[in-house]
Each structure stands twice: as C-alpha cells, then as structure tokens.
C-alpha cells in the first residue's frame, strides 16, 4: 500500500470534503489572478464590481485554505493517533511466534522510525493537496489563456516530471537501504543496553562490538541517507530548473513568435510566478512521500496479524476453573540456528488435571520451554489438538484459554503497575505477598505501581511471582524460576510456596533441574528431543529408583 491510498483508507468522506475545499481554493486562486491580469490590462474599465470581486475572491481562498487545511490537519493527526493504536494492536493479535521471528528490533523500528517516517508525511499532506489545487488552478487558467501555450508549458511539465520520477526512484533505493540499516542499528542498540556488563568486562569484545558492528552500521544507516536526500534535493533542484526554463520560454521567447497577445503573456507571467511557491513546495515534501513509502512497505514486511477486535474487548469473562486438560497429538516445529535445522516437538499426548502439581524436566534444548508455551496457547501447534474438559479449543477460544494460565517465563518482563488486576485486590494482598517474599523491606506499594523494580534478578523474580500471585488463575507455569534464588529461598519455593499453591487447589507446572525437590511432586513429566519419554506419578519413580 502506497501512503496515498492510507490516507484515502482512513477516511473517505473527511478527505473528499477536504479535497472539494481545496478546489475552491485553487479556484479562488485562480480568479484573482485573472482579476489582477484582467485590471492591468483594461485600466479604464475598472470599476467598484471589480474591487468587490477582488475582495469576495481573496475571502472565498482564505477560508476555503482554512477549511480545506483544518481537515487535513485533523485528518492527519488522528490518522497518526490510528496508525499507532492500529500497529500496536496488530502487534498484539500477532502470534507470538511470528512476533519472535520478527525480533523485538524490528518491531521497536517500525513503532519509532516507521510510524515517524508516516506520521511526517501525514501532516505535510495538507501542505500538498491546498499547493496542487493552487497549481492545477493556475494551468487551467492557462489553458483558458492559450491552449499553445500551456501546452508548450506541459511539455516542459512532464519532461520535468518524469526525471523527478526517475531520480526519486534510486533515492528512494538509498533510503529503503538505509531502513534495513536501521533494524540492524536497532539489535545492535539493544545488545549495548543489556550487553552493557559484558562489554565492560572485556575490553576486546568492546572494542570488536564497537569497530565491527556498531560503528559501521551506525556509517551505513548515514551513507545511505545522505545519499537519498542528496538525490532528492538534486531532483528538487532539476524540477525548478526546468521550471524556470519555462518561464524564460514564455518572457523571451514566445513573444519573438507573435502567437498571443501582450495581455495573455501578462497573465502567463502572473500565473507562473504565482506558481512558483506552491511548486517549490510540493517539491520540498515529496520526500517525505517517499520515506512514508518505505515505511509503509517495512511494516507490511512484518506480517503481522489483521487486528483482531475479541483480543480486545472485555466480553468474556474469565474462566476460574477446569477439571482437565488434554493435549492430543500436539506437534509443533520450529528452526533452531544451532542446528541449522528444524526442530520437531511431539506429537504430545499429555492430561493435566486440577489441583496437581507437576515438574517438566528434561535437558538443555529439549524442548521444554515450547511445551510450555504450546500448553499455555502462547504458541499454534501445527498439527493435534487441545481439549479442556473434552471441549476442543479452536482459534475462537485460544485466547479465552490463556486466562487458564498465570506464568513466570524465563525471559519475563515485569511491569512497574498492577495491569490488569483489580486496585482492592492489590490493597488487600499485595503486601501480605511482599512479606511472604521476604520483599517487604526493599518494595513498596504504592497506589497502583511497584515503588521499584531496580532488583537483582533473582528479586525480580520474586515480583513477578507477586504478580503471578495477584492474578489468582487455576493454573501455574513457573519457567527455571528457582535457577536464581539463594538456597534458602530455593529450599522456601519448593517445599512451601509450590504446595501451598497446590493446597489452593491450584494446578502448577515447574520447569526445572533441581531433582532433589522432585519428591514434592505429584508426578514427573520429561522430555528429550521433543518427544514425552517418561510420564509417572512419583511414587512410581521413587519405586523404581529403590530397586
């Protein structure tokens, strides 16, 4: 989709009274130049008619100006406001293993860069259809002048045109180099805020990060730039010349050829140079065009998902039990760069019932962490199904499934505010939670927000199980959380935070490798390389393990 048609696919009726508004303007325009052309060339006929229609003229291009300005204006801001919502809802109705295909820099590119990229040429958009209605006034008087001539003038018009076309297509090739440049800036900006321990740890990684990556995209994203905007400004330049061109054929030589009268070369004269703002203008924010462009098509690189409305209404309640859980021949596949192959995980047949607590084990790589994400909806089988108290989940209801789940990843984010959760049940227990973390000393509530979150890991950890907590769901997943707790509170997170929650008669599932806390488990689950080898309660293993 070019920028033109986003604009026209934002508001019809907006842009159409915005354009008619233009068009008087231009209209307007164009009848006081030929009321002036008309007074300089018949003085004796001048008369009090023609002073009101000067007037009624300039009043009828103002306001429609202001008309046709206000609504492009508005237009365009809230186009911007549309396109910001619109990204980030998209963004949301993505599945999530498209959205990490993607990569966070490429997303953040788009929402910063692409969306400003859009956003500037939106609002020079008025500044554009009022200057083209004034020109396409102007020719058109023109052409009411002579029809030679202003043919002469098209030439000239077109020859300019299509070169300008010309020079900003391979201006636009430097600049959507310079886009793709950008994502890389973005990863490499990313790796300097959370690298930034291991870069001052090792003064060669720092420097090769620097001279080797950093540095010259940072040159690249400049060379590629500059380029562009180099070559925009020359076709500018190129368009004027060829303008001026126009304008020395009409004063020079066109009178030489006797072929109109001195009155039409006046108002020839009058309507060029009255035209030549307005074109310098139009010339001036075309780029802004053709970066829009080149953002409008990064963006639809991302593929990303049509919003999807049920995401984000509230409709549904959420749901606050089940009985069972089945996954029935649940495959999915995925690429691994370590292996430079794809990696196969299932077909899975498990059944998770309420009030069980389970521990997922396996090695390194084994696929654990997809399980969990395949388990909780995070991620689309390719192939089997979901069943929740026998009732098959389709793609209707993955989203009300998810609210089954509260879960502690891995790689979690925690947010500063309470989201999504109710202001009473965040006075009532969120500090009985902090004290039961051990986080009362260093974390305060305040109001609806974390007083902080500038923790160790391990403490951060903690909130997001504060948080996990809050939110109260039938079932837990808990992703290697204890892999960054002391020992004390290790030993605390297994033997009492996990049975209390399972005392609750909620379900919870922890991935971990601590086997010597695996006995306060119902059963063990483990995988390897995909695939489920071993599904037992845990008297069975412990069984086993005595013989």
Same mark, same amino acid.
């Given at each position: ?8 696919s ?17 209209a307007?325009?164009?009848g ?14 001048t ?16 306001l ?34 498209k ?7 490429r ?12 956003a ?17 006034g ?56 959370s ?25 690249g ?35 030489q ?10 108002g ?12 310098v ?8 065009f ?24 509230n ?7 089940f ?41 390194n #790589?084994? /696929? %654990? *962490? ?6 909780t909806?995070? !991620?689309?089988?390719?192939?089997? $199904? =979901? ?16 609210q ?34 051990q ?6 509530v305040?109001?609806?927000r ?47 935070l996990?049975?209390?929650?399972? #005392?609750? /008669? %909620? *379900?919870?599932l ?6 010597? !806390?695996?006995?306060?488990?119902? $059963? =063990? ?7 489920v ?15």
């Open positions: 989709m070019s920028i033109y048609k986003y604009l026209f934002i508001s019809k009726k907006n842009v159409l009274y915005a354009l008619i508004a233009g068009l008087i303007s231009g307007s325009s164009t006081v130049i030929a009321v002036i052309n008309h007074t300089i060339n018949n003085q004796q006929s008369g009090y008619h023609i002073v009101l229609a000067f007037i009624a003229l300039c009043l009828t291009m103002l429609s100006s202001l008309v046709s300005g206000y609504l492009l204006i508005k237009l365009a801001q809230g186009s911007i406001i549309n396109l910001r919502i619109n990204l980030s809802k998209r963004i949301l109705s993505t599945p999530l293993r959205v990490e295909q993607n990569g966070s820099h997303l953040l590119a788009s929402l910063t860069d692409d969306v400003m990229a859009i500037n040429a939106i609002t020079v958009s008025p500044m554009l259809i009022i200057n083209l209605f004034i020109v396409l102007c020719l058109i008087y023109m052409g009411w002048l002579s029809i030679s001539v202003l043919f002469i003038g098209l030439t000239f018009m077109t020859i300019a045109f299509f070169s300008y076309q010309m020079l900003m297509k391979i201006a636009n090739k430097y600049l959507a180099s310079a886009r793709e440049e950008h994502d890389s800036l973005f990863r490499h900006f990313k790796s300097l805020t690298g930034t321990k291991e870069l001052k740890m090792s003064k060669q990684r720092r420097i090769d990060f620097f001279d080797k990556q950093l540095t010259p995209t940072i040159r994203v400049y060379k590629d730039t500059v380029k562009g905007m180099t070559i925009y400004t020359a076709a500018g330049n190129w368009g004027q010349m060829l303008f001026l061109f126009f304008i020395a054929l009409v004063i020079f030589f066109i009178p050829l006797n072929l109109v009268s001195t009155e039409i070369l006046t020839y004269t009058l309507s060029i140079l009255y035209m030549i703002t307005p074109l203008t139009i010339l001036n924010v075309f780029p802004n053709g970066r829009a462009n080149v953002a409008l098509r990064k963006i639809e690189k991302l593929e990303l998902a049509t919003e999807d409305e049920e995401l984000m209404s409709r549904e309640q959420l749901p606050s039990s009985n069972e859980i089945r996954l029935i021949d649940l495959t999915h596949t995925y690429y691994r760069e370590e292996e430079d192959h794809n990696f196969t995980l299932g077909p899975i047949n498990l059944t998770f019932k309420e009030n069980e607590l389970i521990f997922l084990v396996g090695g #790589g084994s /696929g %654990k *962490t997809t399980l969990a994400k395949l388990i909806g995070l !991620y689309e089988p390719e192939g089997g $199904r =979901i069943e929740v108290n026998g009732q098959p989940i389709t793609d209707k209801h993955i989203d009300h499934y998810r089954l789940f509260s879960t502690v990843f891995s790689d979690f984010y925690l947010f500063e505010q309470f989201i999504g959760i109710s202001e009473d049940k965040v006075k009532e227990e969120a500090e009985e939670y902090l004290r039961l973390l986080l009362n000393h260093k974390v305060k305040e109001e609806d974390l007083s902080t979150t500038d923790l160790s890991g391990g403490q951060r950890k903690r909130l997001a199980l504060l948080v996990s907590y809050l939110e109260d769901r039938p079932f837990y997943v808990f992703d290697e959380w204890a892999a960054d707790q002391d020992p004390l509170f290790k030993d605390f997170f297994y033997t009492k996990l049975p209390a929650l399972k #005392g609750k /008669g %909620k *379900t919870v922890v991935i971990s490798h601590d086997d010597k !806390y695996f006995n306060v488990a119902d $059963r =063990i689950i483990k995988i390897d390389y995909g695939q080898i071993k599904d037992e309660p845990i008297e069975a293993l412990s069984q086993q393990a005595a013989e």
